[in-house]
């Protein structure tokens, strides 16, 4: 099969016709590949600055609670601390009057079998 031969064409349709300027389309994929890189790089670093800034601020929010809690914690020490001092103050002077009691008791006991054998003596 024999192509159908195409004509030569004029000097004077060329020069008549319209020429644009083109870019060959191989590099305008470049262009546009390097546009989607660089948004892509920009949108990563936003969103990176963006997530910085939440942690700053979950940061500071926990270091506040950390403080408050580490206040109240150490009011209950001292709280808890005062009540065993006065726990122990009060087993000690409950054990002081005990042997203070029991010293008496002895005594009446003693007295008191006293005087059983003076009445039985009688």
Known sequence: MA???TRKPSTRHLLR???RPHV???YAR???AALAVIALLA????????????MRARIAVLE????????KLGTALEEK????EADRANSEQLMRRIDVMSAEIKKL?????????QKSGK
């Open 64 to 71: 506040a609670s950390n403080a408050e809690l580490t206040e």
């Open 81 to 84: 601390r005062l009540k065993g």
């Open 17 to 19: 016709a319209e020429h």
């Open 109 to 117: 006991k003693t007295e008191l079998a006293f005087f059983r054998q």
């Open 3 to 5: 192509w159908p031969r």
């Open 24 to 26: 060959p389309r191989g």
């Open 43 to 54: 949108g990563a670093y936003l969103l990176r600055a963006q997530d910085e800034g939440q």
């Open 30 to 32: 470049l262009g546009w």
